[in-house]
């Protein structure tokens, strides 16, 4: 804010999604990458350890929004088995998983390095994931994790209270991946 006074990450979210809607306009890339790093402020992490992905129109799909490297990389298919982010949008339901390695999931995603200066791969440690819904129906999912060479490593667990946060931010979100007309 140009009055030096600061927002919340939360408020600041809400701020650039309800630009975006008042415009009548999709959010562009610069506005997810802003929402990442809200998001990131919030739950402690970085930016290239949350995801925004929507559901294709015609519900077989789940895009990435955010990280776009991730977006030219591929899609999951909503018959994938075991996809953190596919039973989150299936079951509308959020989930936190503080020790997601020796979860069963798919990894290609994982195996793409975003961070230009990490020596290594970071595998996801902990992950939260909540539904993006609107109108009843789910059209995405956003994704916070923490990346590390160990559990230890990538920091603390999530908690109850932060899974509460993401699910409260995923619907102020939502409002941003509304279709528009025309």
Same mark, same amino acid.
């Given at each position: 804010?140009?009055?030096?006074?600061?927002?919340?990450?939360?408020?600041?979210?809400?701020?650039?999604?309800?630009?975006? /809607?008042k415009g009548s306009r999709p959010l /562009? &890339?610069?506005?997810?990458?802003?929402?990442?790093?809200?998001? %990131?402020?919030?739950?402690?992490?970085k930016a290239d350890e949350v995801a925004?992905?929507?559901?294709?129109?015609? +519900?077989?799909? *789940?895009?990435? *929004?955010?990280? !776009?490297?991730?977006?030219?990389?591929?899609?999951?298919?909503?018959?994938?088995?075991?996809?953190?982010?596919?039973? /989150?949008?299936? &079951?509308?339901?959020?989930?936190?998983?503080?020790?997601?390695?020796?979860?069963?999931?798919?990894?290609?995603?994982?195996?793409? /390095?975003?961070?230009?200066? %990490?020596?290594?791969?970071?595998?996801?440690?902990?992950?939260?994931?909540?539904?993006?819904?609107? &109108?009843?129906?789910?059209? +995405?999912?956003?994704?916070?994790?923490r990346k590390g060479k160990s559990p230890? %490593?990538?920091?603390?667990?999530?908690?109850?209270?932060?899974?509460?946060?993401?699910?409260?931010?995923?619907? !102020?979100?939502?409002?941003?991946?509304?279709?528009?007309? +025309?």
């Open positions: 804010m140009s009055n030096g006074a600061t927002t919340s990450p939360a408020a600041e979210i809400g701020r650039v999604v309800e630009e975006a /809607t /562009t &890339d610069d506005e997810f990458a802003k929402i990442a790093q809200e998001l %990131a402020k919030m739950f402690a992490v925004i992905l929507s559901l294709t129109d015609n +519900g077989a799909l *789940l895009s990435f *929004l955010y990280p !776009v490297k991730l977006r030219k990389i591929g899609s999951i298919p909503m018959s994938t088995a075991n996809s953190l982010a596919v039973r /989150t949008v299936r &079951d509308k339901r959020p989930e936190m998983i503080n020790n997601f390695p020796i979860q069963k999931h798919p990894t290609v995603f994982e195996s793409v /390095t975003l961070d230009a200066k %990490a020596q290594e791969k970071q595998p996801i440690q902990k992950i939260m994931s909540a539904p993006l819904i609107l &109108d009843g129906k789910p059209i +995405g999912v956003v994704q916070v994790s230890i %490593a990538a920091g603390a667990d999530f908690t109850i209270k932060d899974l509460t946060s993401l699910v409260t931010t995923a619907g !102020v979100l939502a409002k941003g991946l509304r279709k528009q007309p +025309g």
